[in-house]
């Protein structure tokens, strides 16, 4: 367990907070790293190379609760702690999630009706579902639950943790002058990993207040190429390996209809270095603990250490195992209304776990000039809304884009409870 804290620990210091992953820089047209969103988009130039390290970086985050509904501000200029209305304020099921994507190296070019591209790239995906009563027992007390003489059940949760970095070479082919298709293969090589197998408790506590019962069946594997548990430094460092594609496809109605399709991220990781599971599972009943006030020394390590001994917690390396990065499905129109002005819209569904979230986007995307593009967004992503903005600029073959999300709340920003903004540079021509 230690392991899994230190590498989510480490994960989170580079992300900020969760994805609500703003898709406006990937709809302007000369930006070529529209290609993440689909590896059939057209593309404008004809070559491009990425600035190191800074081809395409975007860090995005959520919590489930904002500034304002943890803390009131007082009159006297001091807070007060409020997690009653934070609590009254989340969804059933609770979402804090991060991501990192980072394009470290990349370029692409032209050759008649075929574009080929490199990448190599770093991603990490972070996301963690928690029921609500699980805060509410923090919150609320266990005494609130029974009077109510109610379980909780705390069956849905799971932890999820992909870091990752990605080698892959595109294709992008024309047929005709309307239909391309788009390949991009890739080569993954894994950094840290935590899946869950199953996360599943129950709170009882009894309406006369003498007993508590929890029970427990938890499942975890993860592997990291630093060994937490020994430190013994790095593992394999091709040990944990794996394969992921995109593919997508754009077709040109007319001139000024085009639809496209694309899936992104679907693969595997196997990973083979520094594997453990851990496991707890069992139940205990605690009707507290006698202490005598009058005691020089208290003594309740022998009675914790009874407790979780009930839990058959238990930590072992394993063998190799395998997961499935965090695919993608989406499908995009636009509607061009002259050579300056386009609409666009965008479903997508995200397979993280065994659950799939929808993403919906509608977005307005202007060229008033060659060296200047703009776009405006609005979509809702896990049960929040939110506005979005993409700007890029040409300077000669110097091309810079920056992105930035949550301006629904601009003006309160102790509202927020997610946040995206990205930044790119590279030499188009």
């Known amino acids: 367990m230690k392991r899994i804290i230190l590498s989510a620990a480490v994960i989170l210091i580079f992300q900020i907070a969760y994805s609500q992953d703003n898709t406006a820089v990937?709809?302007?047209?000369?930006?070529?790293?529209?290609?993440?969103?689909?590896?059939?988009?057209?593309?404008?130039k004809r070559n491009y190379?990425?600035?190191?390290?800074?081809?395409?970086?975007?860090v995005t985050g959520s919590i489930p609760f904002s500034y304002n509904r943890l803390f009131r501000e007082n009159d006297d200029n001091t807070l007060t702690v409020t997690p009653r209305n934070m609590y009254n304020s989340l969804k059933e099921n609770s979402i804090v999630s991060a991501s990192v994507n980072d394009k470290i190296l990349g370029f692409g070019f032209n050759v008649k009706k075929t574009f080929l591209d490199v990448s190599?790239?770093?991603?990490?995906?972070?996301?963690?579902?928690?029921?609500?009563?699980?805060?509410g027992l923090v919150v609320n007390g266990n005494a609130y639950y029974a009077d109510k003489n109610e379980t909780l059940d705390f069956g849905n949760m799971y932890v999820n943790?992909?870091?990752?970095?990605?080698?892959?070479?595109?294709?992008?082919?024309?047929?005709?002058?309307?239909?391309?298709?788009?390949?991009?293969?890739?080569?993954?090589?894994?950094l840290a990993n935590i899946e869950t197998e199953r996360m599943n408790a129950t709170f009882y506590t009894s309406p006369e207040y003498d007993s508590i019962l929890v029970s427990e069946d938890i499942l975890l594997k993860s592997s990291c190429l630093y060994d937490y548990v020994n430190n013994t430094g790095i593992g394999k460092f091709y040990g944990n390996s794996g394969f992921?594609?995109?593919?997508?496809?754009?077709?040109?109605?007319?001139?000024?209809?085009?639809?496209?399709?694309?899936?992104?991220?679907?693969?595997?990781?196997?990973?083979?270095?520094?594997?453990?599971?851990?496991?707890?599972?069992?139940?205990?009943?605690?009707k507290g603990i006698e202490l005598d006030l009058l005691q020089q020394e208290l003594n309740l390590q022998g009675e914790l250490d009874s407790l979780v001994n009930?839990?058959?917690?238990?930590?072992?390396?394993?063998?190799?195992?395998?997961?499935?990065t965090n695919t993608k499905v989406l499908i995009q129109g636009n509607y061009d209304i002259n050579n300056i002005h386009r609409i666009s819209a965008s479903a997508r569904l995200d397979f993280i776990e065994s659950k799939k979230y929808p993403y919906y986007s509608v977005a307005y995307v202007c060229n008033p000039a060659r060296w200047f593009?703009?776009?405006a967004n609005a979509y809702y992503y896990r049960e929040m809304f939110n506005l979005g903005t993409a700007l890029g600029f040409s300077i000669g073959p110097f091309y810079l884009n920056m992105s930035v999300a949550t301006l629904l709340n601009v003006n309160q920003l102790k509202d927020v409870k997610a946040f995206s903004a990205g930044i790119g540079m590279s030499f188009i021509w």
């Open 244 to 286: 992921a594609f995109d593919l997508g496809i754009t077709y040109q109605i007319n001139n000024q209809f085009s639809i496209g399709a694309s899936v992104i991220d679907l693969g595997l990781i196997k990973w083979n270095s520094n594997n453990y599971e851990y496991r707890t599972d069992g139940e205990v009943t605690f």
């Open 161 to 190: 943790l992909n870091s990752y970095a990605e080698l892959g070479v595109g294709i992008q082919q024309t047929f005709g002058e309307k239909l391309r298709v788009g390949l991009r293969p890739k080569f993954l090589l894994g």
């Open 49 to 58: 190379i990425n600035i190191p390290v800074l081809g395409n970086l975007s």
């Open 120 to 135: 190599l790239g770093f991603k990490t995906d972070f996301n963690m579902l928690i029921p609500k009563e699980l805060i």
């Open 373 to 375: 593009e703009f776009v």
């Open 26 to 44: 990937y709809l302007m047209k000369n930006n070529p790293e529209n290609l993440a969103f689909n590896p059939a988009n057209p593309i404008v």
């Open 310 to 324: 009930n839990f058959n917690g238990s930590s072992e390396e394993i063998s190799g195992y395998t997961t499935h």
